[in-house]
């Protein structure tokens, strides 16, 4: 249920760069969880590549700006994790491939 919505935010996602690694926060492998429930509310679950990333702040806002700019959506909270631990092994196959890990 809520595939074609969840489909939307991932896009929105993917519009979203981490400007110390140059990828976007869906093929980063940050984005550990995407809820949409039938109220318009989009929950995230997050993660960073370090816990002093000195762009988590930016990043959640513009992420939270931009689910929140979807039409159907009411209000989007983003929860941030660090367990499990980021590590290259959550990067795409194409990410992985443009960072010259594959």
Known sequence: ????????VIQILKTVFDP?????VYDLGLIYGIDVNSQGEVYILMTFTSPTCPFAETLIEEIKTKVE?????KHC?????????????LMSEEAL??????
Do not use: K
């Open 1 to 8: 249920m809520f595939l074609e919505q969840r489909a939307e």
């Open 20 to 24: 110390e690694m140059g990828f976007n």
């Open 69 to 73: 700019n979807l039409a159907w959506v």
């Open 77 to 89: 909270t983003i929860e941030v994790t660090f367990d499990p631990p980021w590590n290259t092994n």
């Open 97 to 102: 491939l443009a960072a010259g890990l594959l």
